[in-house]
């Protein structure tokens, strides 16, 4: 029975998705699970389930303590930039494409969506494809940096010597202006949302569904997490993403 309210799910969205004029993503740290990356919240396996972010994640221990900071994230960059995009990210890439979608907005800073082929890729919280000086704001592409480390683990800027963070949003950073300004035009003048694994709680992000659904548009939820918004979705899918996505794209044809 599961499987088959799955099933009738997934053409279901393929319908949304052929009746709309313009179809946006918004994809969360769920649509990366499959890829081996863990969300950060998941009892056991989040990302900081053994790790305060406040302290290794939130610009002013970057600033306090840039030794510890890059303690955390210097393995977290290495890791990322062997990792490779998942049927999910595939799947939104195709249906690019195929102009059955307009662009995807993320949260993920992994760079898997361009890594699956979508080119209209707005990136919220920034992206490890590059680190800047603090300084002097020269900017090293993610396969340089590990060569700017000191000796006390820290990067450090090849021109002035100012230390260097990745382009990253962390707590207590604004999101670059840009970016949510695109994210926000895109989502008000969607006629369907398509919302991948993301819970919806962290804002402002978790406000751009309000904005499609305030234009009469609908919300398509695939996502294992609960969300603010399941009760608004037209349709909602659970089952891994990866999966459901694919059944999306075969659903239609």
């Not at 290794?56 to 600033?63: Q, S």
């Not at 991948?196 to 548009?217: C, I, K, M, N």
Request: charged share 20%.
């Amino acid at each position: 029975m599961a499987g088959q309210v799955a099933t009738d799910q997934a053409e279901r969205l393929a319908e949304l998705i052929r009746e709309s004029r313009c179809t946006v993503a918004l994809t969360g740290a769920g649509i990366s699970v499959p890829s081996g990356i863990p969300d950060f919240r998941t009892p056991g396996e989040g990302l900081w389930e053994n790790v305060n972010p406040m302290e290794v994640a939130h610009i002013d221990a970057f600033r306090r303590d840039p030794a510890k900071f890059w303690s955390f994230y210097r393995p977290r960059l290495d890791s990322l930039s062997a990792v490779v995009p998942n049927d999910a990210h595939r799947a939104l890439a195709e249906l690019e494409r195929r102009n059955q979608l307009e662009a995807v907005v993320t949260q993920n800073i992994d760079m898997l969506h361009h890594k699956a082929g979508s080119e209209r890729v707005i990136e919220v919280h920034g992206s490890i494809a590059t680190a800047s000086c603090t300084s002097c704001a020269a900017s090293y592409p993610l396969e340089q940096v590990e060569s700017l480390f000191d000796p006390d683990g820290v990067a450090t800027c090849a021109t002035c010597a100012g230390k260097v963070k990745p382009d990253v949003v962390l707590f207590g950073e604004l999101l670059p202006p840009g970016a949510i300004a695109e994210a926000e035009r895109l989502c008000a003048g969607a006629d369907l949302l398509l919302c991948v694994g993301s819970s919806l709680e962290v804002y402002p992000v978790a406000g751009l569904p309000e904005l499609t659904l305030d234009r009469g548009g609908r919300l398509a939820i695939v996502t294992q997490s609960s969300t603010p918004y399941d009760s608004a979705a037209a349709v909602r899918l659970d089952g891994d993403v990866a999966e459901d996505l694919s059944s999306v794209l075969a659903a239609l044809g």
